[in-house]
Structure formats: structure tokens, C-alpha cells
């Protein structure tokens, strides 16, 4: 099948197995160019391993350190005349490079919240682990249907107590305009998001893995979280989404007292403002993103979700002293680059500036674009994107 770009807005409904195969081959190359990380994990689990973050931190386990990893992901797979999900192809793609290179790796597709996933999950550790040391946690989801009670939660990217209004950006046509978007009118939204990105159901997993008895001594566990600038915190860090990364920064001190008895100990890492399927439907964060990649990319400072992980896992979670570095909240910072006092007054500078006529300009508009394509696995170089693909492509440990 011939298989082109087709959109809705900030989502793309298609997706290129060829494109993700290389872009997983790229990652891969990036992390052995770093060379073999010393201390590292050695059995892993991610849940959310499919794309972004997640993905990549499964790529740096498994081939910065030779770690086995079980991936949890929810994707659409893919059958005769019908296309997967990115994700989808991601994880078929991991799985191949790692059998290659003879790393163990399986997968589990299906709603990660669920008591059910968790249970698959477990038993497959059981089997074949028997333990793991490090649990990534790299979930991000509109919705969330609570376990025990059955309620389905919404998320909503929305301000608190007042209207929000700045720029954004259409990122296909380069439009950039004003946006005002209402607060929260009730209580209810917060709370629903909470459920949703905080941090209950890292807890949930934490809690059900040590209870089976899975998690190796001295265990160690990451979710991600976000702070930004403070063009952006109404929309984020003080809007719903950023109540929601607070419950997830407090479960820190409950997962590390969960884990006292392994001498586990549990970390939130901030990392940067990246384009991933997640962060294009924020309003607003695409243009501060567009503007900080020009920065930063001048700089030489531009890091990808690859560059990230294997920054987090080489300086921060495994040094070869084993000190993990925190900040005063004592979270891990990897958006250190980004929150640079240099990098941050000329965004701010280029944010006062920016407009349609000069945002090609001032910003990287362009390599906002080409990365949103790149998640789908077009526009990766190297791919001939008129030649036939086979979009029926198998992730190897999941049974159809
Ligand atoms: P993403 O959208 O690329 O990845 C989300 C992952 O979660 C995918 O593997 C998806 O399959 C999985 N997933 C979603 N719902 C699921 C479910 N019900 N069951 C099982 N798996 C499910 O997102 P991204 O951006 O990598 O985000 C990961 C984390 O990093 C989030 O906590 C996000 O807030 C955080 N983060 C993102 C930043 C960004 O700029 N993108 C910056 C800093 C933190």
C-alpha cells in the first residue's frame, strides 16, 4: 500500500512502517554512538513504551545497557488494508532491532490503567523476568477509566480562574494568531484530570508489582513531568494539567516509602518541551516549542526524546557514583538546557516579536513540522514514500 500523511488538525490519522522502522534505527544508532552505559538496568518495564518519551527510554535500556524490557502500550495494530497506529509500528520496530541484537523484548497492548493489563503484566515478568529493576512510567492519555470504581475521567487542557489569553500556532499553514481559552467552570475538570495524568495509578502499578513480589532489590522507578516557562504556565503548570503534575510530583515520597523495604526508591524527572503526539495538542506550547528549537538548535543545545533519555539515564539515574542529582523539590531535571536563563530571555524576546509574516523566520517552525511527520514516520530520510509498503506489520510477541 501506498501510505501518505493524512491529518486532523494536531493528529495524523496514518502512519508509515518503513518511516518508523528507520526512526527507531536512528534512536537505536544515537544511543550506541553514546557508548555502553555503565550501572545501568538490566530488566526493565515501561509502561507507555510505544512513542515520545517512553519509547525512547525503552531504546536507551535496551541498547545503552543491554536490558531486557517489557513494553506497555495502547495502539491500534495493523492488518491486511488496514494501517497501525505510529506506536504501533514503533514497538514492531523495537522488537525486530532487538531480536537482532539478541535483547529479550515483549509487549503488552492494551489499556495500561486497567487491573487486567496489570495482572498480564506481572504473570510476564513471573515468566520470564522473574524481577525487574527499573519501572518507567510514560503514560499520556485524555481519559482514564478507574479500576476499582469503573468511573471513565476526561482530561482537559484548560486555565484555572481566569481566561488565558496569547498566541498560537497552526503549525501546517504557519498562521499564528490569538487564542483565548475559558477556565475550568468547574471543580469537576480538575479532579478529572488529576485522575487521569496524576499520579494514582503509577502508584496503582507500583503497589500491585511489589505485592507479586517482581520488583528487584534496590528497584528504581520514573514518571516524567513538565514545568516550562512562564509564558506557558497558564496553560500548564498552574492550569489543569499542572495540578495534575503536582499529585504526580507528590507521589514520590509515597512510592518511596512503598519501596523502603526493597531499597527502591522512585523519581519525577522535568524533562523538556518536545514535539511528540501528546504535546501538538496543547494551544500555545507549539509556538513557545517552535521558537525555544530555534534557540536551542543555535545553541547546539537541541536535544530529541533519544538525546533526552540517554542524558537521564547516563547523568542522572545511573552515574557512576550513583548519586542521582535533584533539584530543591528533589526532582530529577533534564530540562535544564531549556530553562537556561540565556535561552529563556531570547525566547521571551522572539515571543513578544513573533508573527505570521517573520515566524519563519525567528522560529523553527519547519523543524516543528518535520519532527510532528517524523512521529508518524514520514518525512524520515531515506524513505521512498511513493513506493508500496507493507502496512501489515506484526509486533513479534503479541498473539493476533
Ligand atoms: P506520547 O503520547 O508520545 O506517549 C504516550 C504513551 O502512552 C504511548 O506509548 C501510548 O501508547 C501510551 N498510552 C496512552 N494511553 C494508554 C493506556 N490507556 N494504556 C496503555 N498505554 C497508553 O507522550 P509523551 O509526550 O512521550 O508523554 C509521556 C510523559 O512525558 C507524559 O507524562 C508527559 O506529560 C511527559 N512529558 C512530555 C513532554 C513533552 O513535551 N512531550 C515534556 C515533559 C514531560
Redesign the pocket.
Known sequence: MIIQPRTRGFICLTAHPDGALQSVKNQIEYVKSKGELKNGPKKVLV?????????SSRIEAAFGSGAATIG????KPASEGKIG?A?WYNSAAFEKEAATAGLYAKSIN?????DE?KKETIELIKKDLGQVDLVV?????P??THPKTGVAYASVLKPIGEPFTNKTVDFHTGVVSDISIQPVDKDEDIENTIAV?GGEDWKFWMEDLKNAGVLADGVKTV????IGPELTFPIYRNGT?GQA?ND?EATVPVLNDLLKDLNGTSYVS??????????SAIPV?PLY?SLLYKVMKAKGTHEG?IEQMERLFSERLYTADGVVPLDDAGRIRI?DWEMAADVQAEVAKQWNQVTTENLADISDIEGYRKDFFN?FGFEIDGIDYEKDANENVKVPSIAE
Open positions: 509502561i507507555g513504551a510505544s512513542t515520545g518519551f517512553g519509547l506497555v502500550f495502547f495502539e497506529t506506536g492494551g489499556d495500561a490503567f486497567s493489563v512510567y510514560s503514560l499520556a492519555s481519559r482514564r495524568m514518571a516524567y513531568s513538565y494539567i503534575k504526580l522535568v524533562n523538556k518541551a518536545l514535539v511528540t503526539q501528546s504535546s506550547v516549542i526524546t530540562d512521529l
